[in-house]
C-alpha cells in the first residue's frame, strides 16, 4: 500500500513539473512604460525599445517590421507577439519572429512558437521567442549571444497573393530575465557588439592636385618615376631593337662578286 502511495506521490510530483504551469512565465509590461506605437522597415531603421516596454502597431501583411533592444551579459530574453486579423482572409498565413545580434547574427529560440501557421479562420496568431541567456564573452568563431544591439524582425513568410496587404494589428513585448546567475565565464567582452553605422566619409568636394616637383632646370614632374612601366617598357623595347640588330648582323650571309 505504501509502495503505491509512494508511486502516486512520484507520478503527480512529474506532472507537476511537466505542467504548462511550471514553464517560465510570460514576460509583463514595465509599470508605467510608454507604449511603443511605430516600428521599422530594415535594421538601419530598427525602432528603439526597452525590455519591459509594450510595443502596439498597425500595419499591412507583408510588412517588415523592425525593433532593436539592448541586451546585457547574464540575460535571458523572451519574444512574446500577437498578431491579430480585422478583416476575413481567403486561406492560411504562416509567421515568424527572427532575432539578431549586434552583427545581424541570427539567433536560435530554445522556446517559443517561433515560426506558426495561422488557418484562415483564426482572428489571430500566438509567436515567442526564447534566446540563449547573453554570455560576456565568446569565442570570435561561435555564435552565442553577446552583449550589444539586438534586432527583430516580425515578417509573413507564406501567404496566399490576395490577402498580401490586408491590415493587421501587432502586439509585441519583450522581456529579460536575470535569475539563475550567470554564465560561469570568467572573461568580459571588450566593447558591446553595435552595428557601424558610420562607416566612412562622404567627400564634398574634389581633392586638391599634388603639387609638382620643381627643380633649378626647370620642372621634372613630366618624367616617369624610375619603377614605372614606361621606363621598363622603354628599356625593353631598346633591347629588343639592340638584339634585332646584332641577331642580322651574324645572319647575314657575305654577297659573291
Not at 482572409?89 to 501557421?117: E, H, I, N, Y
Request: hydrophobic share 40%; net charge negative.
Amino acid at each position: 500500500m505504501r509502495t503505491l502511495i509512494r508511486s502516486a506521490a512520484a507520478l503527480a510530483a512529474a506532472g507537476l513539473a511537466l505542467a504548462p504551469g511550471a514553464a517560465a512565465a510570460a514576460p509583463t509590461p514595465s509599470p508605467g512604460a510608454a507604449t511603443v506605437t511605430k516600428a521599422g522597415t530594415s535594421f538601419l531603421t530598427a525602432t528603439p525599445i526597452t525590455p519591459g516596454q509594450p510595443v502596439r502597431v498597425d500595419a499591412s501583411t507583408g510588412d517588415h517590421l523592425y525593433w532593436s533592444f539592448r541586451a546585457e551579459a547574464g540575460q535571458v530574453h523572451e519574444v512574446t507577439a500577437t498578431v491579430a486579423f480585422p478583416k476575413a482572409r481567403t486561406g492560411a498565413s504562416t509567421w515568424t519572429v527572427d532575432v539578431f545580434d549586434g552583427l545581424r547574427r541570427r539567433q536560435a529560440c530554445t522556446a517559443g512558437a517561433q515560426t506558426p501557421t495561422a488557418a484562415a479562420t483564426a482572428t489571430s496568431v500566438a509567436l515567442g521567442c526564447t534566446l540563449r541567456r547573453v554570455r560576456p564573452w565568446a569565442e570570435p568563431w561561435s555564435g552565442d549571444p553577446l552583449p550589444g544591439t539586438y534586432y527583430l524582425r516580425l515578417s509573413v513568410t507564406d501567404l496566399p497573393e490576395p490577402d498580401l496587404g490586408l491590415p493587421v494589428e501587432v502586439d509585441l513585448l519583450v522581456g529579460a530575465d536575470t535569475e539563475g546567475g550567470g554564465s560561469g565565464d570568467d572573461g568580459e567582452l571588450e566593447a558591446p557588439l553595435v552595428p557601424n553605422t558610420r562607416a566612412g566619409q562622404v567627400l564634398t568636394a574634389e581633392p586638391a592636385p599634388e603639387p609638382v616637383a620643381e627643380e633649378e632646370g626647370g620642372l621634372i614632374g613630366w618624367l616617369p618615376e624610375p619603377g614605372s612601366r614606361w621606363v621598363w617598357t622603354g628599356v625593353g623595347g631598346v633591347l629588343a631593337a639592340v638584339a634585332g640588330v646584332v641577331g642580322f648582323a651574324v645572319t647575314r650571309r657575305p654577297r659573291r662578286p
